[in-house]
C-alpha cells in the first residue's frame, strides 16, 4: 500500500480551497465593480417624498365620501390645480387602468382625483360617470400650504399615492407612464402587510 506524500496533500486541500473561495472572490469583485451588465432594478420610478405629510392634514372637501373611506387603504390620487380638462381626464383613465390591472389586490387600492375648488365645477360632468373615483376639492391657500410642506414648487400637479396610513410617499410626474406606477404599486401590495 502506498503513502500519500504531504505535497499530495497540500496539493488536494489547495484545490479544495479554490473550489471553495472562488465564487466568493468572484462575487466580492462583482460587488464592488459593479458591472454594467448586472441588471439594477430601481426600487420605484416615482419620487420619494421624505416629508411626513398625511393625506388627513390637507383640509379637503368631499362630494361622495369622506377621507375615512380612504383610511387601511391605499390611495393612488391625481392632484390637478387647473381642472380636470383632457390631460386631467387621460390620468384618471389610467390609474382606473392601473387598479384593474392590478387584479386580486384591486381592492387595497382606492383612486381619486383632488381639485382646486375653483375649477371643480366644469369637470362634475366626467367625475360623475365612474362611481369608484373619489372625488374631493381643495381650496387653492390650502394646496399652497401642501406644496410647501413637500418642499416642492408650486403647482405641481400629477400622481401621488398614500400608504394605508394615510402617509403621502410618492409622487409621479404628468408624463410618467402607467406601466411605471403599476410596476411601484405591485411592489408595494406585495411585501406590505397593511391595506
Not at 165 to 181: A, R
Request: proline fraction near 3%; hydrophobic fraction near 40%; glycine fraction near 4%.
Amino acid at each position: 500500500m502506498k503513502n500519500k506524500t504531504p505535497t499530495n496533500y497540500l496539493f488536494i486541500f489547495l484545490l479544495l480551497l479554490i473550489i471553495f473561495l472562488t465564487p466568493l472572490v468572484v462575487a466580492v469583485l462583482l460587488y464592488n465593480k459593479n458591472p454594467i451588465w448586472l441588471h439594477h432594478k430601481t426600487v420605484n420610478k416615482g419620487t420619494l417624498i421624505s416629508s411626513s405629510l398625511y393625506l388627513q392634514q390637507i383640509n379637503v372637501m368631499s362630494h361622495k365620501t369622506t377621507l375615512r373611506s380612504v383610511n387601511g387603504s391605499w390611495f393612488l390620487f391625481y392632484l390637478a390645480e387647473s381642472g380636470c380638462r383632457e390631460l386631467c381626464q387621460k390620468n384618471i383613465h389610467t390609474i382606473r387602468q392601473i387598479t384593474l390591472a392590478l387584479g386580486k389586490n384591486r381592492y387595497r387600492v382606492k383612486y381619486g382625483l383632488i381639485l382646486d375648488n375653483k375649477k371643480s365645477l366644469t369637470s362634475q360632468e366626467f367625475i360623475n360617470k365612474d362611481s369608484d373615483l373619489l372625488y374631493f376639492t381643495v381650496a387653492t391657500h390650502e394646496l399652497k400650504n401642501f406644496f410647501s410642506v413637500l418642499k416642492i414648487k408650486y403647482p405641481i400637479e400629477g400622481f401621488y399615492l398614500t400608504d394605508p396610513f394615510g402617509k403621502i410617499i410618492l409622487y409621479y410626474s404628468n408624463n410618467t407612464s402607467g406601466e411605471d406606477i403599476y410596476q411601484d404599486l405591485t411592489r408595494l401590495l406585495t411585501i406590505s402587510t397593511t391595506g
